[in-house]
């Protein structure tokens, strides 16, 4: 007997529910399309601080672009960059479309994460730990507008600092440093017809330095900017190489109390250049110029008599002072002009700032887009506050062997590139430098003025 066909239930693979009409499939594509951009960004970005490789070509990207003359590796490491990103969007977009194309809940979710994941990016620290400007650091007082005016009468983009040239040598050029004594002593005679002419020739600059050191006090009135005017280095380098100079001939003629009159001026005023200086140029400068005078001064005693009263007046010009507060200023100046130029900037324009990214204003809208996600400022000069309070700590009680290490420590551990704040560890990394030889050249000032200002008043 036959059996009547039976028909089985189907039991395959439903078919897939409509998607709907095109326009709410371009629609999905499209949230699609921007979430993977987004996650493809986050992807780069973890990936970037996780290996150090990666971290390091970003480093030199932020580096070459605020660098002139740096477009050919920013290129290279541009296109790889935006390779990657390329790669990853497609990438993450086909997986999100086989996966969440039928859920907009799903799409939903997706972006639920992504924010999550950018307000942690965005999150801040509530506040700066160390706030401090270059006012409060370094305040005017009666009279520092003109001592300020008088000293930038030679600033870098003042025409009298730009325009100075110094008097040429005939080779071989020398080395105008008072030591050791007796190559001193042969470049003195190789070049006194020169250096006495010089120093005709730099009557102005003299005339400079005599106004300026008749201040008891020299302002810093310079705003925390990258294009505030700084002091020429040439002219007051030139007048204070070739004033040592004089002094140490007068000395070897046996006018003794002459060489310590013409040297006193360039003494004083590196003296008085550092305990109101708000930048490490002026500083320096100032450093500088106290070792030469120092220096000079050792000669002139060593090669000629000096009368009490010459001795008096040098020792007057040694005597005061805090060294230790001294160094802490060197550092503490630094982070208040750092803090007060970059505290309220975005990346992109910190960068463009701090080098010559102007000719690249796409490059700094793109940064500045992305700034909240990559670089939190509080959070970023905390980090700076931190390792300048302790180099501040370390130089003041001169433990200059350590200024090293605790360098080397925020490099390495506090600085390190993370997922959050990549850009802002980044940043700090370009821009730190080593202060420890800063630091030793300050206090072998503080040393060789006391031990000058101990052999002139022994006797």
Same mark, same amino acid.
């Given at each position: ?213 008749? =201040? ?16 020429? =280095? ?45 930048? +490490? ?17 050792? =000669? ?17 010009? +040694? ?103 990549? =850009? ?36």
């Amino acid at each position: 007997m036959a059996h009547p066909t039976r028909t089985l239930p189907n039991v395959s693979t439903p078919d897939p529910a409509p998607e709907g009409p095109p326009p709410l499939r371009g629609l999905r594509l499209a949230a699609l399309g921007l979430q993977a951009v987004v996650a493809a960004l986050l992807l780069l970005l973890g990936v970037a601080a996780a290996i150090t490789r990666l971290s390091d070509h970003l480093e030199l990207l932020l580096v070459g672009w605020s660098m002139a003359g740096s477009h050919e590796p920013n290129g290279m490491i541009a296109v790889g960059t935006g390779a990657g990103l390329l790669v990853a969007t497609l990438g993450i977009l086909l997986a999100s479309w086989r996966l969440q194309a039928r859920s907009w809940w799903r799409i939903g979710l997706g972006y639920v994460v992504l924010g999550a994941v950018l307000s942690y990016l965005a999150h801040d620290d509530a506040a700066i730990r160390r706030p401090l400007t270059v006012e409060e650091l370094s305040p005017a007082f009666p009279g520092a507008d003109a001592s300020f005016s008088v000293l930038m009468r030679y600033g870098r983009d003042h025409p009298f600092g730009r325009n100075f040239k110094a008097p040429p040598f005939k080779d071989p050029y020398p080395n105008l440093v008072p030591y050791p004594p007796g190559p001193w002593r042969d470049t003195l005679a190789a070049h006194r017809a020169e250096l006495e002419a010089h120093w005709r020739d730099l009557a102005p600059e003299r005339a400079w330095l005599a106004e300026l050191n008749a =201040f008891d006090r020299i302002g810093d009135l310079t705003p925390a900017r990258m294009d505030a005017e700084i002091l020429a =280095f040439q002219p007051i380098r030139t007048a204070s190489q070739h004033g040592i100079a004089i002094a140490s001939l007068q000395a070897l003629d046996g006018r003794g109390d002459d060489a310590i009159d013409t040297l006193l001026p360039l003494l004083q005023l590196s003296r008085k250049l550092q305990p109101y200086s708000r930048t +490490l140029v002026r500083t320096m400068i100032s450093v500088v110029m106290e070792h030469l005078s120092l220096s000079t001064a050792t =000669f002139i005693l060593d090669t000629a008599a000096v009368s009490p009263a010459a001795r008096a007046r040098l020792a007057a010009a +040694l005597a005061g002072g805090d060294p230790e507060a001294g160094a802490r200023h060197l550092l503490t100046s630094e982070y208040a002009f750092e803090l007060g130029t970059f505290g309220g900037m975005r990346i992109g324009d910190i960068l463009a700032e701090s080098g010559h990214g102007e000719d690249r204003p796409w490059l700094r809208r793109a940064f500045n887009a992305a700034s909240p996600l990559v670089y939190n400022p509080r959070a970023t000069f905390n980090l700076c506050g931190d390792l300048f309070g302790d180099l501040q700590d370390l130089a003041g009680r001169r433990q200059i062997a350590q200024l090293n290490p605790r360098t080397e420590k925020f490099i390495e551990r506090d600085s390190r590139p993370s997922f959050k704040n990549l =850009f802002g560890k980044l940043l700090v990394r370009m821009v730190i430098p080593a202060y420890t030889k800063v630091i030793e050249n300050y206090w072998r000032n503080q040393d060789e003025r006391a031990a000058l200002l101990a052999r002139v008043t022994k006797s």
